[in-house]
């Protein structure tokens, strides 16, 4: 007989289709869930490298060769009233706690000319009142195939504009705080998963 697994463990056929063995199963090795209910107020400087905002959440591969998928979902990104044009968002990635950098799987390609970059989602415009802020929220997924770690990874969404000045943006809260009933308080939600 066989002899039992460990915890965690599932019965499979060998590698040699020989016979059977434990060992890792499914698709998915492993997932992740991240909340990050801070409230960010970025100053940022329009035409020049974003600024770190919210946390997509941490996760340690088992494999270096491991693909991570990141699901996220943050419900409030207000931008200035009237704002500047060209609002863009990027993901950044950190392995072992050393410094962040784009991820290269999420940056489109650069078209040249006056300050454009390769970014994750881009030429957005975020205009509206203060206490409401035009975007209810922003959404998507990314897969990370290049991080070639078994060390922690650490992502982050990092948010710029393109008109040049200095602007505010809020996430996870509206310009105004919460200063009355129709304020409403966001956070932001992921999920990890190593395949």
């Known amino acids: 007989g066989i002899p039992i ?13 020989t016979g059977y063995e434990f060992g890792q199963g499914g698709l998915i090795k492993q ?15 329009g035409n020049s490298t974003p600024t770190a905002g919210t946390t997509l959440g941490t996760i340690t591969p088992t494999s270096a060769s491991s693909k991570i998928i990141c699901n996220f979902f943050i419900g409030i990104i207000a931008g200035p009233d009237n704002g500047p044009s060209g609002t863009f968002v990027q993901i950044f990635r950190s392995i072992n706690g050393g410094s962040y950098s784009t991820v290269a799987e999420t940056n489109g390609t650069n078209a040249g000319g006056g300050g454009s970059r390769n970014v994750f989602s881009g030429d957005w415009d975020l205009t509206g009142d203060a206490n409401r802020g035009i975007s209810g929220g922003f959404g998507a997924t990314f897969v990370d195939t290049s991080h070639n770690s078994t060390n922690a990874v650490a992502y982050k969404l990092y ?10 943006y809020y996430i996870n809260r509206p310009k105004n705080g919460y200063t009355a009933t129709y304020n409403n308080g966001s956070r932001t939600t992921s999920v990890l998963m190593e395949v």
Not at 31 to 45: A, F, Q
Not at 159 to 168: F, H, L, R
Request: hydrophobic share 25%; aromatic share 8%.
């Open 5 to 17: 697994g460990t915890a965690g463990q599932v019965l499979k056929v060998n590698s040699g289709a």
């Open 159 to 168: 948010v710029g504009c393109g008109d040049s000045g200095s602007y505010t």
């Open 31 to 45: 997932i992740v869930t991240h909340y990050d209910t801070s409230d960010y107020t970025l100053s940022i400087t």
